[in-house]
């Protein structure tokens, strides 16, 4: 089954455009798009196939720690982690990969840790 995970680290500085674009062109193998233009967050949203969420999640980290590295950005922690199966709440939100089920935060309890 596809999923889109989304996932955010947050830091103590500004991140630039060009951070970020350099991000966004990391992520953009697992048909991914980043944030976190300006703020001091960043974040991807990525598509995987896994057959659990929990293994979902695994994979999208792989890559997200893979794309950061490549991008050269500073290793934050990752405050905020969420999935969504391909079958889920797809009439509900509107779409497929539309609403914001499976939201965990980083270390796996609540939806924003750590803030």
Do not use: C
Not at 15 to 32: C, F, K, N, P
Not at 86 to 113: I, L
């Amino acid at each position: 089954m596809r999923w889109s995970v989304g996932i955010e680290a947050e830091g103590d500085r500004m991140l630039s455009r060009e951070e970020i674009v350099e991000l966004a062109d990391a992520v953009a193998a697992s048909s991914g798009i980043a944030t976190g233009i300006g703020t001091n967050r960043y974040g991807a949203q990525l598509l995987v196939e896994a057959g659990t969420r929990d293994e979902a999640i695994e994979k999208a980290t792989g890559e997200f720690t893979r794309a950061v590295a490549k991008a050269g950005l500073p290793a934050y922690p990752v405050v905020r982690v969420e999935a969504m199966g391909e079958d889920e709440d797809a009439e509900s939100s509107g779409g497929e990969f539309g609403g914001s089920g499976g939201e965990r935060g980083g270390s796996g309890a609540g939806k924003d840790a750590g803030g």
